[in-house]
């Protein structure tokens, strides 16, 4: 009887952690760079003296489908998108480093080039700080040029240039906020191979049509396996029934 409810209830209980990661994956469908959550459950035998009768249910791994999502032209001098492979470093709050395929950027009152998160973005130098009254200009390699807004339209300056990188994906790990980082914690050098598209941003890779489905399948493995926690209930109130009467 205990083997079936530990079985069952372990089982419900990853399966609403499944139900919990769609349902951040499908609120994410529109968030610009946002990368699909996968979970991946496994069968885990719980060693005793004896033999192993029972098992639970483990969240094996948790993965991330780093694909790239589907571009989207936005005309806007400060947006940019990652092509191909490659992340965009910033500063996180904690003065390490993050990575982002979120490429919708802003200027703030000190002239420092952020992310709309209000996170700085690095350049080969650090933050990028930007001069007043210019617009900016990226390209494909990630140098940023002004041209300034009065005057000559055809003096251009070479600021800076983001800090674009490209580690190992098996190296890279999600964080709460949101953001990659490197699993030892390091700073991933910069790549001068990555390149991005000016005036671009990068969909979410979410597959609304996938997630739901998987949405209607987990649905359905909780309501079995809660079913099996009531036959369990039903069993054991017949078998103290009988009991009773012997």
Known sequence: MD??????????????GQEAAVAHNMANATSTGF????????????????M???????DASVADDLSAGPLQHT??????AIQGKGWLAVQMPDGTEGYTR?????????GILQTRS?????????????????????????????????????????VDQLKLVNPPEADLKRGGDGYFR?????????????RVASGYLEGSNVNVVEEM???????????????????????DRSASQLLAKS
Not at 102 to 110: F, I, P, Q, R, T
Not at 130 to 156: A, H, K, M, Y
Request: hydrophobic share 40%; aromatic share 4%.
């Open 118 to 158: 209000g996170l700085p973005v690095l350049g080969s130098g650090g933050p990028i700080t930007l001069p007043p009254d210019v617009e900016v200009v990226f390209g494909t390699d990630g140098t940023i040029s002004t041209v300034p807004r009065t005057g000559s339209r055809n003096s251009t300056s070479t």
């Open 35 to 50: 990368k699909t959550e996968m979970h991946r459950l496994r069968a885990v035998p719980v060693q005793n003296a004896t």
């Open 182 to 194: 490197l699993a030892g914690g390091n700073a991933a050098p910069a790549d001068p191979a990555v």
């Open 52 to 58: 192993p009768t029972r098992a639970f249910v483990a």
């Open 102 to 110: 979120n490429g919708s950027l802003e200027v703030n009152a000190n």
């Open 213 to 235: 489905v998987s949405m209607i399948s987990l649905a359905r493995q909780y309501e079995m396996q809660t079913r099996m926690l009531s036959t369990a209930q039903e069993m």
């Open 3 to 16: 083997r079936l409810i530990y079985t069952a209830m372990t089982g419900a209980s990853a399966t609403m």
């Open 75 to 80: 005309n806007r001098p400060l947006d940019m």
